[in-house]
């Protein structure tokens, strides 16, 4: 079945139809229902529009056996994944990215590696593929490929298509000399998709004729500290393609919107951030073969839908 973009938000509840003078953001539920249009050039395919395809996300776990700091649970994010865990077999999606500081620093290798095998134990338990986005956490005191080995991933930038939908993986932990991130060796505040990486993903996008999705741990919207320092250039990219839906990304551990060139950025709540049962952040989405996207939250993590006219 293939369905033209330009159709999307036909369908749709009056309530949350994009009109033809704009974009509108609607509350309902104590839900913020975010819409907005996009000029894409693709197709969005579905095998039914009411079977919607779902995957789901959960971001900056910072994992460690060590004391509560602050707001930050460590611990906790053990019973954490075990109510996703639950949420998720209610949702059933078909793959979980994990976005970026998935486990704490740790002041030498050994115990870096056990915060890794740990939290890597009780996500295995939650049974659907994984993609694992590298955050600066991840590489604090581990190298890149002890990361990536530990996780059982082969690489730290890719891209894949599933359900007639393109997904693209980026590393931002390089620093501004192309360097990697690894071993304590940089300032987390400088952060970069490298130039290889830049390259890589005008091409990817090139070759592609899907709606596309973007995961990123450092944001690359207009966040200060917290984006990518080259975001602008990646987003020059992502626009340039016309196919790309969102991105979704962590790092600021708070829940926040940005529609820039008519991509939505979306920036996913921490799970470390409070206590368990009171605290807790995960979410499933759905892509619907009309193109709608929906953000559906658990606890903290805020909940959204957009689409396009």
């Not at 953001?25 to 009411?50: E, H, I, K, Q, V």
């Not at 659907?128 to 930038?157: A, I, M, R, W």
């Not at 602008?232 to 790092?251: I, N, P, W, Y």
Request: proline share 3%.
């Amino acid at each position: 079945m293939k369905i033209d973009l330009r159709n999307i938000g036909r369908g749709l509840p009056d309530a949350i139809r994009l009109d033809q003078a704009g974009r509108r953001a609607f509350l309902r539920d104590g839900s913020m229902l975010l819409l907005g249009g996009l000029g894409m050039t693709g197709t969005c395919r579905a095998t039914n529009d009411n079977s919607p395809f779902r995957f789901s996300l959960i971001t900056d776990l910072h994992y460690a056996d060590k004391d509560t700091a602050g707001s930050r649970h460590y611990r906790d994010c053990i019973p954490k994944v075990i109510e996703a865990r639950s949420v998720f077999e209610k949702t059933k999606p078909e793959f979980l990215v994990c976005l970026g500081d998935l486990i704490d620093a740790a002041a030498d290798v050994p115990t870096e590696l056990a915060y890794l095998n740990r939290i890597t134990k009780e996500l295995n338990t939650i049974d659907c593929p994984k993609h694992f986005v590298l955050g600066n956490h991840c590489v604090d005191t581990l190298t890149k490929s002890e990361f990536l080995e530990g996780v059982g991933q082969e690489k730290s930038y890719y891209s894949f298509d599933t359900n007639g939908i393109h997904f693209v993986v980026l590393d931002a932990c390089f620093r501004s000399d192309g360097q990697p991130y690894q071993r304590k060796n940089f300032d987390w505040t400088d952060p970069n998709i490298s130039a290889e990486q830049v390259d890589w993903l005008g091409k990817d996008l090139e070759e592609t004729d899907l709606p596309t999705i973007v995961f990123a741990h450092q944001r690359l919207d207009d966040a200060g500290v917290y984006s990518a320092k080259n975001a602008g250039k990646v987003r020059s990219k992502l626009e340039a393609s016309k196919k790309v839906l969102a991105v979704f990304q962590g790092h600021s551990h708070k829940n926040e919107h940005q529609l820039i060139g008519g991509i939505h950025y979306c920036t996913m709540v921490a799970m470390v951030e409070g206590s368990f049962e009171d605290s807790n952040g995960c979410s499933t989405i759905s892509v619907a073969g009309n193109g709608t996207v929906r953000v559906e939250g658990h606890r903290k993590q805020a909940s959204y839908q957009w689409g396009a006219t």
